[in-house]
T-cell receptor, first 115, second 111 residues
Framework: DTGVSQNPRHKITKRGQNVTFRCDPI?????LYWYRQTLGQGPEFLTY??????LEKSRLLSDRFSAERPKGSFSTLEIQRTEQGDSAMYLC???WGQGDSEKLFFGSGTQLSVL | KNEVEQSPQNLTAQEGEFITINCSYS?????LHWLQQHPGGGIVSLFM???GKKKHGRLIATINIQEKHSSLHITASHPRDSAVYIC?????????????FGKGTKLSVKP
């Protein structure tokens, strides 16, 4: 499978617990993005990496959220002290190319349910 | 008011019909994506546009920068085209990754 891979597909956790999601982008893609999507809404930007550098974080990303991409390959998104409002689909995407030739590929997402 | 508005929200068509989905945005943009999301979450990028028109198979995307409007057309629609179609824009001053998404148009094509 050469697509963007996300694990786990589903995560159920109790409020207050920490969770970590993993994203494996397409191997030659240097840009990696995290988005969050709730039911009936379009995705919302969380953060963006170019190689290992985290270039932008959304104001949505509170101090309970942290993302890393230590070697410029896979990335992890950790949520500490989860709250019920964190329940959402967390999407990862990777891309290559510039301008009109940019190709953006999404993973299937991790569905988080906080009880 | 959302910065990216799509219409219609839901669309049902008969197989073979010509379909148009519209996207209007209120911010200055550098580029616009049309995305397709199937049940189960998988999102596929269909087009990225900064001007003019692009065609890929039965799909055509157009953008009018002055009018802040883009359309996605599907010719000879087929049940496998059933999905949610999402318009997303890169605003001026926004980062490479800070796409602003519309809420999507849910398309159902009946055989």
């Amino acid at each position: 499978d050469t697509g963007v891979s996300q694990n786990p597909r589903h995560k159920i956790t109790k409020r207050g617990q920490n969770v970590t999601f993993r994203c494996d982008p397409i191997s030659e893609h240097n840009r990696l993005y995290w988005y969050r999507q709730t039911l009936g809404q379009g995705p919302e930007f969380l953060t963006y990496f170019q190689n290992e550098a985290q270039l932008e974080k959304s104001r949505l990303l509170s101090d309970r959220f942290s993302a890393e991409r230590p070697k410029g390959s896979f990335s992890t998104l950790e949520i500490q002290r989860t709250e019920q409002g964190d329940s959402a689909m967390y999407l990862c995407a990777s891309s290559w190319g510039q301008g009109d030739s940019e190709k953006l590929f999404f993973g299937s997402g991790t569905q988080l349910s906080v009880l | 008011k959302n910065e990216v508005e799509q219409s219609p929200q839901n669309l049902t068509a008969q197989e073979g019909e010509f379909i148009t989905i519209n996207c209007s945005y209120s911010v200055g943009i550098s580029a616009l994506h049309w995305l397709q999301q199937h049940p189960g979450g998988g999102i596929v990028s269909l087009f990225m546009l900064s001007s003019g028109k692009k065609k890929h198979g039965r799909l055509i995307a157009t953008i009018n920068i002055q009018e802040k409007h883009s359309s996605l057309h599907i010719t000879a629609s087929h049940p496998r085209d059933s999905a949610v179609y999402i318009c997303a824009v890169y605003g001026y001053g926004g980062s490479q990754g800070n796409l602003i998404f519309g809420k999507g148009t849910k398309l159902s094509v009946k055989p």
